[in-house]
Structure formats: structure tokens, C-alpha cells
């Protein structure tokens, strides 16, 4: 523990009375890029970031947007009409006080089209971009807060409209004239700012060691007015130059300030906004660079995995990238959603029903979930799903399936980023992977997506279903001339269709099987009926206990699969 940085080391859960939102996402829609920074205006959420496209969770509708887009609050569906975009990295977003207009920081040189280095300003209604409000920055802009009729900015820029402001300045709101008389420096970039909710300070956060020439490590405060530095002075969670304890986020209420560290192993740090001394800290594996405070709970962003806090025992308290603590003890909530892959989340924010984040990640609680998600209240939650089953196969191991055969491999990226999930290649051995089922089933929807490279000779099973025992009762095949078709088990019937599947080319299959002596099967592709694979079939009184995916038998051909999902109702695209 650094000198003189005493404080409470966090163990045990939140108080219950504070109540987190559903770890379960809703459906939402998804970026193929980074995102940077979520604001929530009105009835929209605006994202920032690196990608350049958006979709549905599934990949079916993709749209267009560089680096700026908006979404309905209610609906995640993306706005048709509100595409600005810029032709570089947005990592900054902040919205006026009126709710009008949308304040975009990033490495850009253009919004819009039209010339605008680094800084720009939008309407939240129709993406235009403000011909009034113009303010290049020399450099990157990472931090945007707006308090009145002010934007403070900082990042790594030392000029703001030609004139000298070393990483931090503060511009009108409505002129985008630059404020004369606030001009502190910073001696390294500035990741973050926060007006305190009084409006008496203006909190920074970032990679400096000194604010105007004094010391202040990584965390200080600054008059709103004036620019003076306050003489709120924190104790930094460390100090070492190879490994800085640098802050990458800043939140704050009227009791306490908020801080998510990087350096060795990452921290979530609360400090008493009164006098600056620590309040409690949870240490976590991974760096803390997102922090949002709401209902009682401080919800932490990260790419922390093993590790965030300790239980009374010594060991871990393991959260994956996303998780809260109560804020005013710091104790460790059991929010725990999964979140996986790449850097984890980088930024939060949220409005009274739900809880918003982006960043790297690629999947949330085993369905995949690329980079935008959004968390609802317990009372605004939307119906548990009566889903059996999902895997995007993010975690790179097929970690979720019960067991797994052969070299069936899998790989970190989605398929619709232009990679595969999961792949069984053709080398004369079986490679297949099985689930049990949690209770038996009766009818059941199976949705995956598939690529076949190179097709055998025989049949080329997708998937299959079994009783629990595993005893085969249904498989959905491609065959050797490339028709699509399925085989009753149990009879040991085929069913063949005229429908081909092409090799090199992605497909989206969804069948629906009833068991029973009256039992039934549909089956469509890329949506839509295949003839001749609806029919009436006796599956013997045995329900579903298992689920498959790929062949068993000895392999000659190339396939690949993405986005599994076993579910009692039909799966939407």
C-alpha cells in the first residue's frame, strides 16, 4: 500500500437495500468498432467511437456511420435520419445543457464534410453540423463536460482556435468562443473531466503530475471561473513511472469523487470531495476506464477479469469487465455479468430505466453483443427469455458446450466482422461439440449460421438433437450434391429439399422440431420456409435432453459456424 494512502479495503456485498440493474442485455443494436463515449439526450443514445458501421444483433440489417450514431432509447434501433459522421476517431461526446446540440471531441479533421479539427458541434435532431461553432484544436481531444454555458475540453492539444491552451480549455457553449481567463495547464493529457454537481469544481483526470505548475497527481480540481487550482489535493493510488496509476475516468456526487486507475492491476478509488482523503478502493486484475454513478451503486468499466475486490476469505471476487460497488462503503455488488473479449468497456452512462455501455467487447453473458449494450432496471427489465441455450463462441474455448470433440477450434472474432467462430477442417477426424439441456424439452427452435468451404462426398451434418442419454433423434444436413436436408433418427427416414447451399458463402438456418408420435419439423433459410422440410414426423415419446452441433462421424469437409441459439419459441434474426 503506497505511504500514507490510508483507507477501507473492500470484501463484502452491497448493502441489499441498492438495487443493481439486469445483468442481461437488451436487444440492442451493435457497432463493428470501438466506441468511446455514450450520452444520453432526450428519448436518444449517441454513440462516439472507431467503428463504421452498425446492426441489429444478429447482423441481418447494417447500416452505414462513421463514428457517430444515435439510437431510440426505447426501441435500441438506430436513427434513419441522424448521420453526421467524421473521418476519424470520435472519443469524446457531450450534450448542451439545452439538449439541442452534440459536442464531439476525437483525431478527426472533418464533421459532415466540412473542416472541423478535432472539435465540432451537431444537432441532436438532425446530425447538421453547427456553421456558428467553430474551435479547431491542434491536437487530440479526449475529455468533453459541459457545466452551464461552458464546454471544458482537455486532451493533448496546446492550442484551441490558434491560441495557447495547453490539454485543457473552456469554450461558450453558443459562440464556441474561447473563455480568456480559464486557462489551466496540464504537463500530460487529460483522459477526463467533471463538473462537481454544486458547480464549484471542475474535476481532471488523466496522465499529468501537475496542474498549472502544481502538483497534482493524476486527479485534481480546478475553479469553474477562474481556472485556479484548488487546493483539493487526493492522494494518488500510486506513483511509479513505469506503471503509472494514471486516471482514465472521474465521477462525482456532493460526498465523494470517483476515479477508475490504470496502472498495476487497475483500482476503483473513492475520495471524500470535502478534504480529498480516500474513502475506499477496490483493487481489481485489469484497468479500471470507465466509472458511472447511479442509484446508490458505482457501476466500474474495465478489462479487469479474475480479480475485482476480495471476499472476507482472500479470495478473488471475479468480475468480467463490468461491475459495481456501493458508493458510499465501496462494498462489491453481485452485478456480475459476463462481458468478454479485447479491452472491455470504456464508457457508461445511463437514464432512469437503464444502464448503457460501450467500448471493445464482443459479447455479454454468452450471446454475442458487439461493443454497445444496454442493461434494464429489475422493474424495466424485459421478461426472462424462455432461451435454452446461446453461444457466440467469444470465449474462444467453446468453454459453454458440454464437451468437445476432436479439433473443433474457435476463435475470438464474429463472423460478421469477417472472421469465423468456430471451425471443423477436413482432415478424416470428428470434430463436433454437445450440450445438455437443463430440463428435457419437447419442441424445440435451433438457430445457428454456417459456412461450408469444402463439402464431402455424404452428408455434411449442421447440427443434431438427442435424448439425454444421447440417442439421436433428429439432424439437420447439407448432402453431397449441396441440398439441404434433415434425417428422422428415430425412423431413419431422409428428407431432402431443392434447395442448395453454396460453397464459401455464410447461411442462417433456424429449424423447429416437435417430438412424439405426433411430432413436426420446420426448417428455414435465411429466413425464409424451405419446401418440402415442414412436415408432420414420429419422433417416438422420448423429449430433446441434448443438443449438437456439427458431425460426429469421420469428417471430409470445411465448415464453419457462428451464433448458436437454442430456444422453446422462435429466434428472431
Known amino acids: 500500500m503506497t505511504a500514507g494512502l490510508a483507507l477501507l479495503l473492500v470484501f463484502a456485498l452491497a448493502r441489499p437495500a441498492v438495487a443493481a440493474v439486469d445483468k442481461t442485455p437488451d436487444d440492442t443494436w451493435t457497432a463493428n468498432g470501438r466506441v468511446n463515449a455514450v450520452v444520453t439526450v432526450g428519448d436518444r443514445i449517441y454513440l462516439g467511437g472507431a467503428f463504421t458501421e452498425v446492426s441489429n444483433r444478429s447482423g441481418s440489417q447494417v447500416v452505414t456511420r462513421n463514428r457517430l450514431a444515435a439510437f431510440d432509447a426505447a426501441t435500441g434501433a438506430v436513427v434513419a435520419d441522424w448521420n453526421p459522421g467524421a473521418d476519424a476517431e470520435v472519443l469524446a461526446l457531450a450534450a448542451s445543457e439545452d439538449g439541442s446540440r452534440l459536442f464531439v471531441g476525437g483525431r478527426f479533421a472533418s464533421v459532415g464534410g466540412q473542416k472541423r479539427l478535432r472539435l465540432a458541434a451537431v444537432g441532436t435532431a438532425d446530425g447538421a453540423v453547427d456553421q456558428q461553432w467553430v474551435a479547431h484544436a491542434s491536437w487530440h481531444v479526449r475529455a468533453l463536460e459541459v457545466s452551464?454555458?461552458?464546454?471544458?475540453?482537455?486532451?493533448?492539444?496546446?492550442?484551441?482556435?490558434?491560441?495557447?491552451?495547453?490539454?485543457?480549455?473552456?469554450?461558450?457553449?453558443?459562440?464556441?468562443?474561447?473563455?480568456?481567463?480559464?486557462?489551466?495547464?496540464?504537463?500530460?493529457?487529460?483522459?477526463?473531466?467533471?463538473?462537481?454537481?454544486?458547480?464549484?469544481?471542475?474535476?481532471?483526470?488523466?496522465?499529468?503530475?501537475?496542474?498549472?505548475?502544481?502538483?497534482r497527481d493524476y486527479l485534481a480540481a480546478v475553479d469553474p471561473v477562474s481556472g485556479a487550482v484548488s487546493s483539493w489535493r487526493p492522494t494518488a493510488a500510486c506513483i511509479r513511472d513505469s506503471n503509472p496509476c494514471n486516471v482514465l475516468d472521474?465521477?462525482?456526487?456532493?460526498?465523494?469523487?470517483?476515479?477508475?486507475?490504470?496502472?498495476?492491476?487497475?483500482?476503483?478509488?473513492?475520495?471524500?470531495?470535502?478534504?480529498?482523503?480516500?474513502?475506499?478502493?477496490?483493487?481489481?486484475?485489469?484497468?479500471?476506464?470507465?466509472?458511472?454513478?447511479?442509484?446508490?451503486?458505482?457501476?466500474?468499466?474495465?478489462?479487469?477479469?479474475?480479480?475485482?475486490?476480495?471476499?472476507?476469505?482472500?479470495?478473488?471476487?471475479?468480475?468480467?469487465?463490468?461491475?459495481?460497488?456501493?458508493?458510499?462503503?465501496g462494498a462489491v455488488d453481485a452485478f456480475d455479468p459476463v462481458v468478454e473479449t479485447n479491452l472491455g468497456v470504456w464508457t457508461m452512462t445511463s437514464t432512469d430505466t437503464h444502464l448503457y455501455i460501450g467500448g471493445d467487447f464482443t459479447s455479454v453473458e454468452g450471446a454475442p453483443q458487439r461493443r454497445f449494450a444496454r442493461f434494464a432496471d429489475p422493474a424495466n427489465a424485459p421478461p426472462a427469455p424462455a432461451g435454452v441455450f446461446a453461444d457466440g463462441f467469444e470465449s474462444g474455448d467453446l468453454s459453454r458446450w458440454t464437451n468437445v470433440y476432436g479439433s473443433l477450434t474457435a476463435q475470438s472474432e464474429q463472423v460478421l466482422t469477417g472472421a469465423y467462430a468456430a471451425r471443423a477442417t477436413p482432415d478424416g477426424s470428428r470434430a463436433w461439440a454437445w450440450r445438455g439441456l437443463p430440463e428435457p424439452h419437447e419442441e424445440l427452435y435451433y438457430r445457428l449460421r454456417f459456412r461450408i468451404d469444402a463439402r464431402g462426398t455424404g452428408q455434411t451434418y449442421l447440427a443434431k438433437l438427442r435424448r439425454g442419454d444421447g440417442t439421436p433423434l433428429f439432424g439437420l444436413y447439407v448432402g453431397g450434391d449441396g441440398r439441404l436436408g434433415y434425417r428422422n433418427m428415430v425412423a431413419g427416414v431422409n428428407r431432402s429439399s431443392a434447395v442448395t447451399v453454396a460453397n464459401g458463402r455464410w447461411y442462417e438456418a433456424q429449424v423447429r422440431v416437435r417430438t412424439g408420435a405426433d411430432g413436426a419439423v420446420d426448417v428455414w433459410l435465411d429466413g425464409a420456409a424451405v419446401a418440402g422440410l415442414s412436415l408432420a414426423e414420429d419422433f417416438g415419446s422420448d423429449p430433446i435432453g441434448r443438443v449438437q452441433l456439427a458431425d460426429d462421424g469421420l469428417r471430409t469437409h470445411d465448415l464453419t459456424f457462428d451464433d448458436v441459439v437454442v430456444d422453446t419459441a422462435p429466434i428472431a434474426p
Open 250 to 329: 472521474v465521477e462525482a456526487t456532493g460526498d465523494h469523487v470517483y476515479a477508475g486507475v490504470a496502472g498495476p492491476g487497475g483500482q476503483l478509488l473513492a475520495y471524500r470531495s470535502g478534504d480529498g482523503a480516500p474513502a475506499w478502493r477496490v483493487r481489481a486484475d485489469g484497468d479500471v476506464q470507465a466509472v458511472h454513478v447511479r442509484d446508490g451503486l458505482v457501476y466500474a468499466g474495465g478489462h479487469f477479469y479474475e480479480r475485482f475486490g476480495k471476499n472476507p476469505d482472500g479470495s478473488n471476487i471475479v468480475r468480467r469487465r463490468l461491475a459495481a460497488a456501493d458508493a458510499l462503503t
Open 148 to 215: 452551464g454555458n461552458r464546454l471544458y475540453v482537455g486532451g493533448l492539444f496546446a492550442k484551441i482556435k490558434g491560441v495557447d491552451r495547453l490539454r485543457l480549455a473552456a469554450l461558450d457553449t453558443i459562440t464556441s468562443d474561447l473563455d480568456p481567463t480559464w486557462a489551466p495547464t496540464a504537463d500530460n493529457q487529460v483522459w477526463a473531466l467533471k463538473a462537481a454537481p454544486d458547480g464549484s469544481r471542475v474535476y481532471v483526470g488523466g496522465f499529468f503530475r501537475t496542474i498549472s505548475g502544481e502538483s
